[in-house]
Structures are given as structure tokens and as C-alpha cells.
């Protein structure tokens, strides 16, 4: 049986309906991240998945989305790590800006650089490769060995910071990574091999 790990970004969060830019800021699910999360989570029970250990961020919408997933499973209570070096991407001084209103400010091509460009960081915060330096030696050094010492593992966490493992897993180039996009509450499904390498994915939608 080859090794699960489940990645999934959290539902919709507060800022996320307002268009706002959040990072690091602690903003909760809207009513309908709640249903995303349900969703993700009754999706997984469909294909019987159960999990040994789960690992969220420091941030209250990855964390709600995972108790969520895990009460859908029958599984609250499960083990689970929390860790700031699977928070969202620090976007610094945009942080809490309307997307639109920085484009106002600052040019459409400036922001767009900000946002989708692999090693420019917004004034005062993280570029996606700041970001991936942080995440990646973590899921090397936490995640990776539980998935090896054969638990399945569900990580609960951000675009940004999800984005940087599936590079990681999927073999991506700074081009390809800064061009995908993650749905909100989608499951997806990693088979590892014993080397840590992918034998399958599926994204549950």
C-alpha cells in the first residue's frame, strides 16, 4: 500500500470574499468556507480515507478547515501540528488592501509582478520562493518521515504555502508553480512511494 498525504487549501476565509489581500492576518472562514470544508471532508469519507496525523498552520482558517474535515471523518481529536511555517505568504504592507484598490495604487503590472512572480516580495513581505524556503525544508523534516514511517497524513494550510510543496512533490518549475492555482476546500490526493516520490495524484472536486 503506498503512503497518503492529503493536501487541501482552507474554504473560503472573510478576506478571501472581500478581495482582500490577508497573509499572515488571523481571519476566520465565511459560511461558506464552513460548507467547503464539510464538503472536502465528505469527499475524503467517500473514498474511506482515515488519517494517522494531520498538520494545519498557526492561522484559524486552516485550522477550522481541518477540525471541520476531521469531524466529517469521525475523526475530531485526531493528532494534529500546528506550525507558522505552513502560514500563508506574507504579502507585508498589502495586507488588508482590496486587490483592486492596490492595482489603483501601485499599476496592474506592478501587482501582478507582486502576486505571481517567483522571487519579488511585496514592500515588507514574501515572495513565493521566501515563502517555499521555509515550507519545504519543514515538510522534509516533519511531514515527509511520518508519511514514510507509513501513517496517512492530511495537511490543512494556505495557497501559497500549499503551492510551495507541490512544487516540491510534482517536480515543478518557478514558471509552472507561479501559474497554479488551488481551489479552496479541494482535496488533493498524494500516493507517495517508499523514496518520498509520486506514485498518484487525484484532486477531489
Not at 4 to 9: E, G, K, S, T, W
Amino acid at each position: 500500500m503506498d503512503n497518503v498525504l492529503v493536501l487541501v487549501r482552507h474554504g473560503q476565509s472573510e478576506w478571501n470574499a472581500k478581495n482582500l489581500f490577508t497573509g499572515w492576518k488571523d481571519v476566520d472562514l465565511t459560511e461558506l468556507g464552513v460548507e467547503e470544508a464539510r464538503q472536502g471532508g465528505a469527499m475524503l469519507k467517500g473514498e474511506g480515507l482515515q488519517f494517522d496525523i494531520a498538520f494545519t498552520s498557526a492561522l484559524i482558517r486552516a485550522q477550522r478547515t481541518l477540525e471541520i474535515m476531521l469531524e466529517e471523518l469521525g475523526q475530531s481529536g485526531l493528532e494534529t501540528i500546528e506550525d507558522q511555517r505552513l502560514n500563508e505568504r506574507d504579502y507585508g504592507d498589502l495586507v488588508g488592501l482590496n486587490k483592486d484598490g492596490a492595482r489603483e495604487k501601485w499599476g496592474d503590472e506592478q501587482v501582478h509582478i507582486w502576486r505571481r512572480s517567483y522571487d519579488t516580495p511585496p514592500p515588507g513581505g514574501e515572495s513565493l520562493k521566501d515563502t517555499a524556503e521555509r515550507v519545504i525544508p519543514y515538510y522534509e523534516s516533519a511531514i515527509l518521515p511520518e508519511i514514510l514511517a507509513g501513517k496517512n497524513v492530511i495537511v490543512a494550510a494556505h495557497g501559497n504555502s500549499l503551492r510551495a510543496i507541490v512544487m516540491k512533490l510534482d517536480g515543478l518549475s518557478r514558471e509552472e508553480v507561479t501559474q497554479l492555482n488551488l481551489a479552496t476546500g479541494v482535496p488533493i490526493i498524494y500516493r507517495l512511494n517508499k523514496d518520498g516520490s509520486v506514485a498518484d495524484k487525484r484532486l477531489l472536486a
